[in-house]
């Protein structure tokens, strides 16, 4: 059975960072691969998971900076490359860690754009968001999936976002073909899809040993997910002071780097999740479902007064089930082929 989406009271708070949900965790002879390993929340998920003993592969589409970045933290992350909006490049990448016949115990689908301003279409004419988000990682989890299987007990976390709130999967027009784009439409969509990923993988994969989580990290800025909002738009939300730092304030969701990359670390190694799976996460804990919608903005969504939950249309089985079918004839790619 899947994981009641509630709580269990970890320990942990918004406050927690990746040093203390990782503490007393030995990975050694683990494998871990983390999209988007090499700048902000992923490097420090990446040196985190290092730190503790595992062997980490991070794919990234700008191998000399990604390269640059892991040595500035001490090496130990081994860096090859891929771009999540290339199919060709994405199935490179999984033959040849398939062909290396490593067991693949953690997969961090990390890596996100956010709130583009225009709208913007991969290769294969897809929205950019929903495919560089969602798409691509559904490619990646498909062609690693025998590696999972090898591991016999292995996670995929999908980094999301409390986002998911400004959209469900529009199934109708996802791409924007009929309606008129929206930045914050297209983000939330493609959050709710990455929520909804591991909904349909730990459906998929848990009699196989595999489970999935999904998760919100928090707001935090300077990890070069904002780079297209202005200073003034980010000043304006109370994300920045008026000489242009973060504020920091767990309370209200604003939190460090280390802070917001605990939730992934905490999903990809805690063994409070043993035996446990398919469920959204906030703040190193299991999160609730939210009682009911509300509009949500970006204004509400740094609000001082934060609602942190899962809307119900995030996690539903079927509307998983249907992404995960429709995603399969977006991309071509089926688990096991």
């Known amino acids: 059975m899947s994981t009641v989406q509630q709580p269990i009271n970890s320990g942990f708070s918004a406050a927690s960072t990746t040093s203390d949900v990782i503490a007393g965790i030995n990975l050694i002879g683990k494998v871990a691969i983390v999209t988007g390993g090499y700048a902000g929340l992923g490097l420090d998920t990446a040196r985190t998971l ?127 073909e009929r309606r008129a784009y929206d930045p914050w439409a297209a983000y939330g969509q493609s959050k709710t899809a990455n929520v909804l990923l591991a909904v349909a993988v730990d459906e998929r994969g848990k009699e196989q040993g595999i489970r999935a989580f999904s998760l919100h990290p928090g707001g935090i800025v300077g990890t070069g997910l904002t780079s297209h909002l202005s200073v003034e738009t980010l000043q304006a939300h109370g994300v920045l002071d008026a000489n242009g730092e973060p504020i920091l304030d767990p309370s209200r969701d604003l939190k460090s780097v280390p802070q917001g990359a605990a939730t992934q670390v905490w999903c990809a190694t805690s063994p409070q999740l043993d035996d446990k799976g398919g469920v959204f996460c906030i703040d190193s804990d299991i999160a609730p479902i939210l009682s009911e919608s509300a509009d949500f903005s970006i204004a509400r969504s740094v609000s001082h007064e934060r609602v942190a939950g899962v809307e119900a249309y995030a996690i539903d089985r079927q509307a998983a089930e249907r992404l995960w079918t429709l995603s399969e004839k977006m991309t071509g790619d089926r688990v096991g082929a």
């Open 50 to 176: 290092a730190l503790a003993g595992a062997r980490v592969i991070v794919p990234a589409r700008d191998v000399e900076r990604a390269r640059r970045n892991a040595a500035e933290i001490g090496g130990g992350i081994e860096i090859q490359p891929m771009d999540l909006t290339d199919p060709a490049s994405i199935d490179a990448f999984a033959r040849n860690f398939l062909n290396s016949g490593l067991p693949l115990h953690i997969l961090v689908n990390n890596a996100g754009i956010m709130a583009l301003d225009d709208l913007r279409r991969d290769a294969r004419g897809n929205e950019l968001q929903f495919s560089t988000n969602h798409l691509g990682h559904f490619q990646l989890v498909a062609r690693l999936w025998p590696a999972l299987v090898r591991a016999k007990g292995a996670r995929v976390v999908s980094v999301s976002s409390l986002g998911h709130r400004f959209s469900p999967v529009v199934f109708d027009d996802i791409n924007f």
